[in-house]
């Protein structure tokens, strides 16, 4: 696990300053790495590569980079890990080649050398992102792995091409001019995440996982796909699993072993997140079925009512006999993290619950290097409650025809909101207002793909905030989506694969964790398991209204029920109370007219009215609102 960057310039520079300008790349990266920072340009200056290195498999320095080939014709800087290594080495057992060390760069390079890029990434198992560049044709690839868990940013101005897994990192390129995007601004509003393939800066983009770009002299880049998500979804649902449940449940655990296994390889301490959920007890499960010692497993817990599973978590460690450690932290704990997220997340990013994932990498990070994570089985599983909340409404709206559903929306809004105010203290429905200003609204829904948005979204009309923008309308907005996947609760799933996962969990995770310098794998998300879990019907997935059903089901044949069989509870903090307790002060500024109106992006009044409800106590906007404080925040550290 590392960080990289680089630059084409087929103008070419003076070697001592491009040798300079990749340095200041790798030195921005040294949370990523903070073993070495190195950098290496070619003669010319038309290419520099920067690379921070966390060691972590072949700690020698036959394991750094940027790494040249044994033939002296390509070069490779890359972050990630590759779990198939050994066996792409023997590959290449007939082929020239003098090893240098074990490292799993080395077998990526030379099997690029030797098979392609294209038939080399199509063959790996892992999380990587990386650029290779030939210096005899003058071209380079940049590459990112299936399901987007490390990141590749991107972009170009004529001949010139920046790319990096951080933004900070191309920010070292002094010539490049980086200015917000409102149109991004727009999108990270709504979503609380910058959705791909956009950044926060005009003309630099996020690279789409399971994708190529292609770098040569005089053209544009070229994208190109080697695992497209769509279509192995699509196959899935036409060609379901068909041998029972209990194949398909021996099947699964298998994979998950065997992806387990895998990402449990490291030449430094490794470790694993629990939580006490399914998805990582059946990871740190797996793990401790397959060690001949203790795991060491890491959680966190806060003592503040529904916000603490450290007792869970606790009980499950106990049972499967791991070295385990938690640690309890104080609301002042969170509150301190606040201050350096910007500086954690490049781009502004309002996932509240990046504090406690910080939190626990840090405590994790001080007896490990490398900690497994069970992030992904909510989207490949049916996991969220989303999803079976908008089955529900969505049953609920076609039992009317669209004309009623019209005259009902509009009497919903007739009363005034003292009416319905008065109306929530008879009956004792808390904050009735809101409840029927929700129902009128997707009522009036055109269709299922507004009303997944609806769903997801934290500002409903973010355009009307953010002064000039136009929204992108990405793949929530594809209506050939409702006759490709006919089915919502799959599609909802299909599309935070899409875009909720890449953009907001694993970025959050991979933030969190290398802020830290710690490596977190996710095995969950493997691409294989991810094909198979297309596969499976429904049924197989969902019981008695609960989802995850078959990942439920082999984490019993470890642990008893009684301790994983409880309401899904998120990982995060009581952000709500603190904006108008202790962070009020913090609030009051950067949410002052003055403030939010400086760069001219931002409109105060919806964001001051959201304020005021929160602080009266008429509204929880607590979403919206560290939405905007992120921005702020952000804004302050890397724009003003």
């Not at 044949?557 to 002060?585: A, C, M, T, Y």
Request: charged fraction near 25%.
């Amino acid at each position: 696990m590392c960080g990289f960057a680089g630059f084409v310039n087929y103008d070419g520079m003076p070697s001592d300053r491009a040798n300079r300008v990749a340095l200041s790349m790798a030195n921005s990266m040294r949370r990523r790495g903070p073993d070495a920072q190195t950098a290496w340009a070619a003669d010319t200056g038309e290419i520099g590569l920067a690379h921070a290195r966390l060691a972590v498999i072949d700690l020698s320095e036959a394991g750094s980079q940027p790494m040249h080939s044994s033939c002296g014709r390509y070069v490779i800087a890359y972050n990630g890990e590759v779990y198939n290594s050994d066996a792409l080495r023997q590959l290449l057992t007939e082929s020239d080649i003098d090893w240098k060390g074990h490292s799993d760069t080395e077998v990526i390079l030379e099997c690029c050398a030797r098979l392609g890029v294209y038939e080399t990434v199509c063959r790996l198992i892992g999380m990587f992102a990386f650029a290779f560049w030939d210096k005899t044709t003058k071209e380079c690839w940049l590459v990112r792995d299936r399901l987007g868990i490390k990141p590749l940013y991107w972009g170009q101005r004529g001949d010139l091409v920046l790319f990096g897994s951080e933004l900070k990192a191309l920010k070292a390129y002094e010539d490049w001019q980086f200015e917000v995007c409102p149109d991004a601004l727009s999108s990270y509003l709504r979503f609380n995440y910058v959705a791909a393939p956009h950044s926060i800066f005009q003309d630099i983009k996020k690279c789409r996982p399971g994708h190529i770009l292609h770098i040569s002299k005089g053209k544009a880049v070229t994208e190109h796909c080697y695992w497209d998500m769509q279509q192995h979804a699509l196959d899935g649902m036409k060609n379901p699993w068909t041998e029972g449940y209990g194949a398909a449940t021996d099947h699964l655990e298998d994979l998950l072993r065997d992806a387990i296994g895998r990402r449990m390889v490291a030449d430094v301490p490794l470790g694993a997140f629990l939580s006490g959920g399914v998805d990582s007890s059946l990871v740190v499960a797996l793990m401790q079925s397959q060690s001949d010692r203790p795991v060491r497993s890491f959680s966190i817990g806060m003592d503040v009512e529904g916000y603490n599973e450290a007792e869970h978590a606790a009980a499950i460690a106990k049972h499967l006999g791991t070295d385990h450690t938690e640690l309890y932290i104080t609301p002042e704990d969170a509150r301190s993290v606040i201050p350096d997220l910007p500086d954690f997340y490049d781009e502004p990013f309002a996932d509240s619950s990046q504090i406690p994932t910080f939190l626990v990498s840090r405590m994790a990070r001080e007896h490990v290097t490398v900690s497994l994570s069970g992030d992904g089985g909510d989207e490949l599983f049916t996991g969220y409650e989303r999803y079976f909340w908008g089955d529900h409404i969505n049953r609920k709206r076609n039992m009317l025809p669209s004309s009623l559903r019209s005259i009902m929306a509009k009497l919903l809004r007739m009363p005034s909101e003292d009416v319905w105010n008065y109306l929530s203290a008879i009956t004792r429905i808390p904050h009735l207002t809101r409840k029927t200003t929700k129902v009128s609204e997707i009522l009036e829904l055109k269709d299922e793909m507004a009303l997944f948005r609806r769903l997801v979204s934290v500002w409903h009309s973010p355009d009307q905030i953010v002064r000039g923008a136009n929204e992108p309308n990405g793949l929530l907005w594809d209506k050939a989506l409702i006759e490709s996947m006919p089915f919502l609760m799959e599609r909802m799933q299909f599309l935070d694969m899409m875009t909720y996962l890449v953009d907001d969990i694993l970025t959050k995770v991979d933030r969190a964790s290398m802020a830290t310098s710690l490596e977190a794998r996710v095995p969950l998300l493997d691409h294989r398991v991810a094909e198979f879990a297309f596969t499976l019907p429904r049924e197989m997935r969902v019981h008695n209204g609960k989802g995850k059903r078959i990942l439920r089901d082999i984490l019993s044949r470890h642990v008893p029920r009684s301790l994983f069989e409880r309401p899904k509870q998120g990982f995060g903090i009581p952000i709500g109370r603190w904006l108008s307790g202790p962070l009020n002060d913090w609030v009051e500024d950067l949410l002052s007219p003055t403030k939010l109106s400086h760069d001219g992006f931002i409109d105060p009044a919806p964001v001051r009215a959201a304020w005021d409800a929160h602080k009266s106590g008429k509204s929880n906007n607590e979403v919206q609102l560290w939405t905007v404080l992120m921005y702020q925040a952000w804004k302050d550290r890397w724009v003003e």
